[in-house]
């Protein structure tokens, strides 16, 4: 699930791969704003996996490979 600033709900995807795309996609039009706009992974159950994953951290991952 896509979320922006306070938390605030933005979109679902059902791949982790389409979710990583959109969050990029804003990363890389407004890089001050890459630190709030992120996603959470939920499992089946519809519990949250893990912690939240910035556009920051997307892009520093990508420049790292």
Request: aromatic share 14%; no cysteine; charged share 35%.
């Amino acid at each position: 699930m896509l979320y922006i600033d306070e938390g605030n709900f933005l979109n679902w995807y059902d791949r982790r791969e389409d979710a990583e795309k959109a969050v990029l996609h804003v990363a890389e039009q407004d890089r001050a704003e890459a630190k709030k706009f992120g996603y959470f992974t939920y499992d089946d159950a519809g519990e949250p996996i893990g912690e939240f994953l910035s556009g920051a951290e997307l892009l520093a991952e990508r420049a790292a490979a």
